[in-house]
């Protein structure tokens, strides 16, 4: 096996031919920053049908490809590379992304300035260069109640303005969690929580895992320093009425872990009907949006 790797990036696949090529490439050239030898970089195909598996064979000799026969879900398939993967640092991250010049530099620099950090979000730009929502406090359950029954009708409504607060772009911050489209983390933060929760098939894994890392007493940091561009996720682009179900499921899920205690396990089950009232609607706007632009 050779000297252990410091830092290992997973990167989860699932018919992603059109964004992975740019991804593993701009993660590729991050290796000069390091030590040589220093990161490895594994992709975990969830069953792609449209070449990926193909593409990183032949373009990505260097990369560790492993796959699965059926699609197994955001969740399982990183825990599945973490398994694999054995660097100190691990990097968790969506197919769709451009890492840009400095990002595993800065990454790496402030990790290892901050013992008690655990999980780092890096800033994430939209291919327009403007800041993704991907850092945000954990609602309290008035919050997420507002904000679930009002927020795709009337977004400027306070319950969503107060969830969607904006994180300082001037410097670190600690925050309630950060996008499972990329994070850094710790390992040793990563396996005290017991990795992902593999029952959210996609969606909410990143809130989930912030919330365990906290309460095992890491902190959760939004880290401008590093910066990712997010192409946008072509599978949730493809179908976006189950990608709103599964968002819907995965809220449910959330909500009946998080709010099972005191006035919440009252709430419970009106607020999973809720999580899943919205998924659909949210998925619905979506392909509606979609059907009036192609045919525009």
């Not at 992975?20 to 594994?42: F, T």
């Not at 490809?65 to 699609?71: D, I």
């Not at 095992?216 to 880290?223: C, D, E, I, L, R």
């Amino acid at each position: 096996m050779g000297t252990a790797p410091l830092v290992s990036a997973v990167v989860v696949t699932h018919n992603s031919r059109e964004t992975v090529g740019e991804c593993l490439s701009s993660l590729l050239r991050q290796a000069g920053s390091i030590a040589p030898g220093k990161l490895e970089v594994l992709v975990v195909d969830n069953a792609s049908s449209d070449g990926t598996r193909d593409l990183v064979l032949s373009s990505f000799p260097q990369v560790a490809l492993g796959g699965c026969r059926r699609n197994l879900g955001y969740s399982r398939a990183l825990n599945l590379g973490v398994a694999r993967a054995r660097g100190r640092f691990l990097i968790l991250a969506n197919a769709d992304l451009v890492f840009e010049e400095g990002f595993l530099e800065a990454a790496l620099a402030f990790l290892r300035s901050s013992e008690e950090v655990g999980v780092v979000g890096p800033l994430v730009l939209t291919p327009e260069g403007k800041p993704y929502p991907s850092a945000r406090p954990f609602p309290s359950l008035a919050v997420a109640v507002g904000h679930g029954l009002l927020g795709l009708l009337f977004p400027e409504n306070p319950f969503t303005r107060r969830y969607r607060v904006s994180p300082n772009l001037s410097g670190p911050s600690e925050v309630g969690w950060v996008s499972g489209a990329c994070m850094v983390v710790r390992r040793e933060a990563i396996e005290d929580v017991g990795g992902l929760d593999e029952g959210f098939f996609m969606y909410g894994e990143d809130v989930d895992l912030c919330l365990r890392v906290r309460r095992a007493g890491w902190k959760v940091v939004f880290f401008p320093g590093a910066r990712v561009v997010h192409l946008g996720g072509s599978s949730a682009a493809r179908y976006p009425l189950r990608m709103g179900l599964e968002h819907g499921v995965s809220l449910a899920r959330l909500v009946g872990k998080e709010y099972s205690r005191g006035w919440g396990r009252l709430m419970a089950p009106l607020l999973k009907a809720a999580a899943l009232g919205w998924g659909v609607a949210a998925g619905m706007k979506s392909w509606i949006g979609a059907r009036c632009s192609a045919s525009t």
